[in-house]
């Protein structure tokens, strides 16, 4: 496995516990029941930029993080270039995670379309923005093993 | 995906050229060694741009290198 199939895959572990733990906690805090419809789409929309953010942080932290720990195991530093290859591979990960991002986007409107409730639909968009950086990761690797 | 429909002699060559390393060529032509693993292995047709790179390295023209191979099913030769 060469470094950049090992740094996508840390990437998709990192992406799924972030999202794991974040979500446990934020269950932990929601208490649907006591409160208002005002008072449940602003603790969900608070959750949702918190965790666009967290997200954003721990994933650069993550891989700092693996980039240290790599470089000790293998006693090799691995200069991150990003060459022609990179890029098309990048741009055709990106391009899987719009399409994820957006299915998930639209099955959350339908939730409340259908009349489910206000924590289905934002934890619908959550968990499509989880699955568009989960499916990058897998289209990377896919195109790192398959060729392009 | 798959294999491109571009074959090369990368690999003879390096051999040829002191057997010369992956990394010593991709840094030669300012690309990762991934890269020119993918290339030698048939997995990415590079940019015109770095297939003339690669040429240059070895001294050679570019249809010493990198030979355009079609389906024989391909409607291209009709």
Do not use: C
């Amino acid at each position: 496995m060469t470094f950049r199939e090992r740094r996508t895959v840390a990437s998709f572990i990192s992406t799924l516990l972030i999202f794991g733990i974040f979500y446990f906690f934020l269950l932990r805090r929601y208490h649907g029941e006591s409160m208002q419809l005002a008072e449940e789409l602003r603790f969900w929309a608070v959750a949702t930029l918190i965790f666009i953010g967290i997200m954003v942080i721990l994933k650069i932290i993550s891989y700092i993080i693996f980039t240290i720990l790599h470089a000790i195991a293998t006693r090799e530093y691995e200069e991150i270039d990003t060459d022609e290859l990179e890029k098309l591979i990048e741009l055709k990960a990106t391009r899987n995670a719009y399409m994820v991002f957006l299915a998930g986007f639209i099955l959350s409107l339908v939730t409340l379309i259908i009349g489910m409730p206000v924590m289905v639909m934002f934890s619908s968009l959550i968990g499509a923005f989880t699955l568009a950086a989960m499916s990058a990761d897998i289209s990377q690797l896919y195109y790192y093993r398959k060729g392009i | 995906m798959g294999k491109t429909h571009v074959t090369n002699t990368i690999r003879t060559l390096r051999f040829l050229n002191g057997e010369m390393t992956q990394k010593k060529l991709a840094e030669k032509v300012g690309v990762t060694r991934q890269t020119i693993v993918a290339i030698e292995n048939e997995k990415y047709s590079p940019s015109l741009e770095l297939a003339f790179r690669i040429a240059r390295v070895f001294d050679k023209p570019l249809e010493e290198v990198f030979t355009y191979e079609p389906n024989q099913n391909s409607s291209e030769d009709n």
